[in-house]
C-alpha cells in the first residue's frame, strides 16, 4: 500500500480538541499536539510512515453533576 501524495483537510475550523499519533513502519509511534507538525513530518518521511491517528484530548470535565444523596429521597 503506497501512500498519498497529498494530506486531506476535512474542516476549516480549529484543529486543537485533538492529539495525533504518528505510526512509523518499524512501530514506533510518536505524539503530536499541533496539526501542522503531523503534516510537516508527513511531508517529510512519508516513506517512513505508516498512518495517523487521530486521538481526543483529554478534557476536564464541564457539565452539571448530579448530587446523589439529595436525589435517592426524591419521588418523581
Do not use: C
Request: proline share 1%.
Amino acid at each position: 500500500m503506497s501512500l498519498p501524495d497529498w494530506f486531506e483537510q476535512t474542516s476549516d475550523l480549529l484543529y486543537d480538541r485533538h492529539k495525533y499519533k504518528v505510526y512509523t513502519k518499524t512501530g514506533k509511534t510518536y505524539i503530536f499536539d499541533d496539526y501542522e507538525e503531523v503534516r510537516a513530518v508527513w511531508f517529510q518521511s512519508k516513506k517512513l510512515l505508516s498512518h495517523v491517528e487521530v486521538l481526543d484530548k483529554e478534557t476536564k470535565h464541564k457539565g452539571f453533576t448530579e448530587k446523589t444523596n439529595e436525589r435517592k429521597g426524591r419521588k418523581n
